[in-house]
C-alpha cells in the first residue's frame, strides 16, 4: 500500500512529558492530575539519557553519544554493502549485456587489414591520421543458378566511406564495379574480382584494401562487409522503406513506378540490382549507383528514427549478414557519430571512369585519371598535398566514350529531389524549399 507520512515529534510524545492538564475543570482535580503529571514526566525523564534509563547518568554530558555513533557507523556500514551489492550486479548485468551484444558481432571473421605495402602509405597524408577511414563492401553471393551460392563472392558494392568527427562531415566514394584493375582481379580484370581471386584467402579484404590505398592514396582503417541477400530483412524489419525512384523502371517481370514509394526488401532489392533496363538504365551500373545515393538517402534518414524495438529486431540480421573489423564500442562510437552529421555535411561522388575498350572479352569501365585526382584533392586530400594524375595506379586502357564525371551531390540534395511531390516526407520537402532558396540570386546591394 501507500506508505504513511510519520507523525511529527511522535517520539517526543512517547518519550518526554505527558500533554498539560485540560483547563476548565474543578480546581482539586487539575493540580492533583497536574501533580502526578510531574511525578510521571520526573520519573521518566532519566529515560531520555540512555538506554538503560539510569538517572545517575542523564545529566552526564555526551551520555549515550558512543552508542548512537555505534548504531551510525554499523548503518553506514550496511548502507555500504548494500551499495557495493547493487553496484555490483548492475556492473555484471552490463558486462553480461555488453559482452552478449558484442559477441553477436561477427567481428574480423574476414581477416584483418596489415600495414600498407612499402611505398604505398608515401601517398596517404599525416592530415588524415584524425579521421575514421571505412571501406564497406556488398558482397554477392548469387550464382546463375537461382539455388547455389558462391561461397566466396563478389564485391558489387565497393563503398569507400570517412567520417571526420571533428569537423561533423562524412565523404563517401562509389568505386564501380567493374572499374579495370588488369590480372589482380582475375580472368575479366574488374575490381570486383579482386576479393574472390585473392591469394591470401585468409584476408581477402585486405587484398582490396591494400589496392584502393596504394592506387588511389586512401588510407583505409577497418572494414564492414554486408552480405547482399541482408537488405530485404532489414528493410523488412523497417517496414519498409520510403525511397524516391527517380524513373519508371521495369525488368523480368518486376516494376517500379517513378515517385516516392514504401518499398520493401524484396522490392528494394530489385531498385538496387536494376542495371539492365536500357531505357530507366541507359549507363548501365553507373545508373544503378545513382539509385543507391537515393537508397542511402532513404535508409540515413530512416535509422534516425529507429525505436529501441527496431535495433532489437535488426540484432539477428546484424548476427547473421554483417563484418566488421571494428569492435562493439567502436561501432557505437561510429554511429553516434554519423547519426550527429546533418544531411547537408554528408558528401557523396562516384569515381570518374569511362566505358573501356573489351578486356579479355569483357565490358570494363577505365579510371580517368586527370578527373579522378581533381575529385579526390578536392574532396580527400589537404590542400597543400595535392595528387597527380600520374600517381594514380590504375592500369591504361582504351576507351570507347566520354569520361563520366564524378556527379558529386550532398546528401541533402539527393532528399531534395522529388521534394515538391505532393507525396514526398517533410523532410525531402524541407530539402527541396532549401535547395530552391540557396538557387535564387540574392540582388545586390
Known amino acids: 500500500?501507500?506508505?504513511?507520512?510519520?507523525?511529527?515529534?511522535?517520539?517526543?510524545?512517547?518519550?518526554?512529558?505527558?500533554?498539560?492538564?485540560?483547563?476548565?475543570?474543578?480546581?482539586?482535580?487539575?493540580?492533583?492530575?497536574?501533580?502526578?503529571?510531574?511525578?510521571?514526566?520526573?520519573?521518566?525523564?532519566?529515560?531520555?539519557?540512555?538506554?538503560?534509563?539510569?538517572?545517575?547518568?542523564?545529566?552526564?554530558?555526551?551520555?549515550?553519544?558512543?552508542?548512537?555513533?555505534?548504531?551510525?557507523?554499523?548503518?553506514?556500514?550496511?548502507?555500504?554493502?548494500?551499495?557495493?551489492?547493487?553496484?555490483?550486479?548492475?556492473?555484471?548485468?552490463?558486462?553480461?549485456?555488453?559482452?552478449?551484444?558484442?559477441?553477436?558481432?561477427?567481428?574480423?571473421?574476414m581477416g584483418s587489414l596489415a600495414p600498407p605495402e612499402s611505398g604505398a602509405d608515401a601517398l596517404v597524408p599525416d592530415e588524415l591520421s584524425g579521421t575514421?577511414?571505412?571501406?564497406?563492401?556488398?558482397?554477392?553471393?548469387?550464382?546463375?543458378?537461382?539455388?547455389?551460392?558462391?561461397?566466396?563472392?563478389?564485391?558489387?558494392?565497393?563503398?569507400?566511406?570517412?567520417?571526420?568527427?571533428?569537423?561533423?562531415?562524412?565523404?563517401?566514394?562509389?568505386?564501380?564495379?567493374?572499374?579495370?584493375?588488369?590480372?589482380?582481379?582475375?580472368?575479366?580484370?574488374?575490381?570486383?574480382?579482386?576479393?574472390?581471386?585473392?591469394?591470401?584467402?585468409?584476408?581477402?579484404?585486405?587484398?582490396?584494401?591494400?589496392?584502393i590505398t596504394k592506387v588511389f592514396?586512401?588510407?583505409?582503417?577497418?572494414?564492414?562487409?554486408?552480405?547482399?541477400?541482408?537488405?530485404?530483412?532489414?528493410?523488412?524489419?523497417?517496414?519498409?522503406?520510403?525511397?524516391?525512384?527517380?524513373?519508371?523502371?521495369?525488368?523480368?517481370?518486376?516494376?517500379?513506378?517513378?515517385?516516392?514509394?514504401?518499398l520493401m526488401g524484396a522490392e528494394c532489392e530489385f531498385f538496387l540490382r536494376q542495371r539492365k533496363d536500357t531505357s530507366a538504365t541507359p549507363r548501365g551500373d553507373i545508373d544503378r549507383l545513382a539509385n543507391q545515393q537515393y537508397f542511402y538517402s532513404a535508409l540515413f534518414r530512416r535509422v534516425r528514427t529507429a525505436t529501441v524495438g527496431d535495433i532489437i529486431k535488426l540484432t539477428p540480421v546484424v548476427q547473421k549478414y554483417i563484418n566488421t573489423s571494428l569492435n562493439f564500442m567502436e561501432l557505437v562510437q561510429l554511429g553516434m557519430s554519423v547519426l550527429s552529421i546533418p544531411s547537408e555535411n554528408i558528401i557523396i561522388g562516384r569515381l570518374p571512369v569511362a566505358r573501356g575498350e573489351l578486356y579479355n572479352g569483357q565490358d570494363v569501365m577505365v579510371c580517368a585519371k586527370a578527373e579522378t585526382a581533381e575529385f579526390?584533392?578536392?574532396?580527400?586530400r589537404p590542400a597543400d598535398d595535392p595528387l597527380a594524375a600520374q600517381q594514380i595506379g590504375t592500369p591504361d586502357w582504351g576507351t570507347r566514350s566520354e569520361v563520366i564525371g564524378a556527379e558529386v551531390r550532398r546528401m541533402g540534395e539527393v532528399d531534395a529531389v522529388g521534394g515538391s511531390d505532393a507525396n514526398a516526407p517533410?523532410?525531402?520537402?524541407?530539402?527541396?524549399?532549401?535547395?530552391?532558396?540557396?538557387?535564387?540570386?540574392?540582388?545586390?546591394?
Open 1 to 109: 500500500g501507500t506508505a504513511q507520512p510519520r507523525q511529527a515529534g511522535g517520539a517526543a510524545v512517547r518519550g518526554g512529558a505527558q500533554r498539560a492538564p485540560v483547563h476548565g475543570r474543578s480546581s482539586g482535580t487539575s493540580v492533583a492530575r497536574g501533580a502526578a503529571a510531574s511525578r510521571q514526566g520526573a520519573a521518566r525523564r532519566p529515560a531520555q539519557g540512555g538506554r538503560n534509563g539510569a538517572a545517575g547518568h542523564s545529566s552526564a554530558p555526551g551520555y549515550g553519544t558512543s552508542a548512537r555513533r555505534r548504531r551510525k557507523k554499523n548503518t553506514g556500514k550496511t548502507a555500504a554493502k548494500v551499495l557495493l551489492c547493487i553496484v555490483l550486479v548492475l556492473g555484471l548485468a552490463f558486462g553480461g549485456i555488453y559482452w552478449y551484444v558484442g559477441s553477436i558481432f561477427n567481428t574480423g571473421e
Open 217 to 262: 592514396g586512401l588510407p583505409i582503417d577497418d572494414y564492414v562487409t554486408i552480405d547482399m541477400d541482408s537488405l530485404r530483412e532489414i528493410v523488412d524489419v523497417f517496414g519498409g522503406i520510403e525511397v524516391y525512384v527517380p524513373v519508371t523502371m521495369e525488368y523480368d517481370g518486376s516494376r517500379l513506378e517513378q515517385g516516392w514509394r514504401v
Open 426 to 445: 517533410a523532410d525531402a520537402q524541407q530539402a527541396a524549399q532549401q535547395a530552391n532558396a540557396a538557387s535564387v540570386q540574392q540582388p545586390a546591394a
Open 376 to 380: 579526390l584533392n578536392e574532396y580527400f
Open 132 to 211: 575514421m577511414n571505412i571501406l564497406v563492401l556488398g558482397i554477392d553471393y548469387s550464382t546463375e543458378d537461382a539455388v547455389k551460392r558462391d561461397p566466396i563472392g563478389q564485391t558489387d558494392m565497393i563503398l569507400y566511406v570517412r567520417v571526420n568527427g571533428s569537423d561533423h562531415t562524412m565523404t563517401m566514394l562509389q568505386i564501380p564495379r567493374d572499374t579495370l584493375v588488369g590480372e589482380i582481379g582475375g580472368s575479366a580484370g574488374k575490381i570486383n574480382g579482386i576479393f574472390a581471386n585473392s591469394a591470401d584467402k585468409e584476408n581477402r579484404v585486405n587484398t582490396l584494401a591494400q589496392y
